[in-house]
T-cell receptor, first 111, second 115 residues
Framework: LAKTTQPISMDSYEGQEVNITCSHN???????ITWYQQFPSQGPRFIIQ???TKVTNEVASLFIPADRKSSTLSLPRVSLSDTAVYYC????????????FGKGTKLSVIP | GAGVSQSPSNKVTEKGKDVELRCDPI?????LYWYRQRLGQGLEFLIY????????KSGLPSDRFSAERTGESVSTLTIQRTQQEDSAVYLC?????????????FGQGTRLTVV
């Protein structure tokens, strides 16, 4: 599985757009990029997934450059309730495929 | 059920006792994962079940840890002779096929405290 690197923490004010970048230099051709969000005392929750270019849903956008060696999760106009840990995962396949979580990025939204 | 259900939500046990944690996955989900999350840390993979295939036990930290799953239903994680370092939140997740491009759904976890 491709290893991922993301900032340990980020701070943002309410109403701002937040961009969290994840590096995955050895991503394989078949790998997907997936982001999960975890609130305190809860299990992680799927946010968004992509393979290339841009993906947008009601929660976030995911930008993936052509070389796919990094990806950026964009959260528009964050609120206090967006304070959470955000995990970037990269992987492919089935069978013994594992969801491998790194340390994630702790986002703190400030009033 | 509507989501992944774990029980108990909290468990306090004495050092040396055995504990059993339960996970009810979403109906129809063939893949089931167990993770351990210590306070302030990331998720540590423990074991993975996919249908009737042999489970991937590569993440189990010691032979005190074991897990079972009957078919594509309930799974139990057993920790024997608990130690204080076993204190953590144990999370269970399920997904439709265990593929990288399928969403995994997590339960609320079982908070285990060994005293």
């Amino acid at each position: 599985l491709a290893k991922t690197t993301q900032p340990i923490s980020m701070d943002s004010y309410e109403g701002q757009e937040v961009n969290i970048t994840c590096s995955h230099n050895n991503i394989a051709t078949n790998d997907y990029i997936t982001w999960y969000q975890q609130f305190p005392s809860q299990g992680p929750r799927f946010i968004i997934q992509g393979y290339k270019t841009k993906v947008t849903n009601e929660v976030a956008s995911l930008f993936i450059p052509a070389d796919r060696k990094s990806s950026t999760l964009s959260l528009p106009r964050v609120s206090l309730s967006d304070t959470a840990v955000y995990y970037c995962l990269v992987g492919s396949g089935a069978g013994s495929y594992q969801l491998t979580f790194g340390k994630g990025t702790k986002l703190s939204v400030i009033p | 059920g509507a989501g992944v259900s774990q029980s108990p939500s909290n468990k306090v046990t004495e050092k040396g006792k055995d504990v059993e944690l339960r996970c009810d996955p979403i109906s129809g989900h063939t893949a089931l994962y167990w993770y351990r999350q210590r306070l302030g840390q990331g998720l540590e993979f423990l074991i993975y079940f996919q249908g009737n295939s042999a489970p991937d036990k590569s993440g189990l930290p010691s032979d005190r840890f074991s897990a079972e799953r009957t078919g594509e239903s309930v799974s139990t994680l057993t920790i024997q002779r608990t130690q204080q370092e076993d204190s953590a939140v144990y999370l269970c997740a399920s997904s439709l096929r265990g593929l990288a491009n399928t969403e995994a759904f997590f339960g609320q976890g079982t908070r285990l405290t060994v005293v």
